[in-house]
T-cell receptor, first 110, second 114 residues
Framework: GENVEQHPSTLSVQEGDSAVIKCTYSDSASNYFPWYKQELGKGPQLIIDIRSNVGEKKDQRIAVTLNKTAKHFSLHITETQPEDSAVYFCAAISSYKLIFGSGTRLLVRP | DSGVTQTPKHLITATGQRVTLRCSPRSGDLSVYWYQQSLDQGLQFLIQYYNGEERAKGNILERFSAQQFPDLHSELNLSSLELGDSALYFC?????????????FGPGTRLTVL
């Protein structure tokens, strides 16, 4: 079946540093790639998404890049803050279904 | 707050039992999606309904079923429960039923099967 791989599984950074999470997908027809942040005890919250007609999208300290040829996309968080600590999931649409990566646990050390 | 509501928040039951999870989508959203999140399987898509009709199906077990009612709320029924069904169950909603619609997740129902 269709698959989304996500790396790394855990990431620890110093406050103020940047964090990068990478994902690859298998379905070449995928055209929508959201990123979700999940805090403990809560549901996934959409933080940014990108569609296949653009290569990059930014929203304040968060940016996402997409390389359709290589079938990979990345999340970049700059100037990390302790409240960025959470689990981040990438996802890709495949035949109406959102296929999620396995998640990255981000820890921002004060 | 995403605007998606789910009840109950927690559910504890025994093996072999049947439970019903409920979801109300955001106002104006026509699609409802169900996901299962377990420690070893991550977030798995179960099923999608759009305006009362089944739109897409994932790896949903035959013991599980769902429906979407005329007021657009949805219920996920889990029967003959097994220990392995213990997980978080999330509902999400989107405006339409297309593949690229933004999905907003509810707070989830934590199911514990003893």
């Amino acid at each position: 079946g269709e698959n989304v791989e996500q790396h790394p599984s855990t990431l620890s950074v110093q406050e103020g540093d940047s964090a990068v999470i990478k994902c690859t997908y298998s379905d070449s027809a995928s055209n929508y790639f959201p990123w979700y942040k999940q805090e403990l005890g809560k549901g996934p919250q959409l933080i940014i998404d990108i569609r296949s007609n653009v290569g990059e999208k930014k929203d304040q300290r968060i940016a996402v890049t997409l390389n359709k040829t290589a079938k990979h996309f990345s999340l970049h968080i700059t100037e990390t803050q302790p409240e960025d600590s959470a689990v981040y999931f990438c996802a890709a649409i495949s035949s109406y279904k959102l296929i999620f990566g396995s998640g990255t646990r981000l820890l921002v050390r004060p | 707050d995403s605007g998606v509501t789910q009840t109950p928040k927690h559910l504890i039951t025994a093996t072999g039992q049947r439970v019903t999870l409920r979801c109300s989508p955001r106002s104006g959203d026509l699609s409802v999606y169900w996901y299962q999140q377990s420690l070893d399987q991550g977030l798995q898509f179960l099923i999608q309904y759009y305006n009362g009709e089944e739109r897409a199906k994932g790896n949903i077990l035959e013991r599980f079923s769902a429906q979407q009612f005329p007021d657009l709320h949805s219920e996920l029924n889990l029967s003959s429960l097994e220990l392995g069904d213990s997980a978080l169950y999330f509902c999400a909603s989107s405006v339409a039923g297309g593949g690229g619609d933004t999905q907003y997740f509810g707070p989830g129902t934590r199911l514990t099967v003893l």
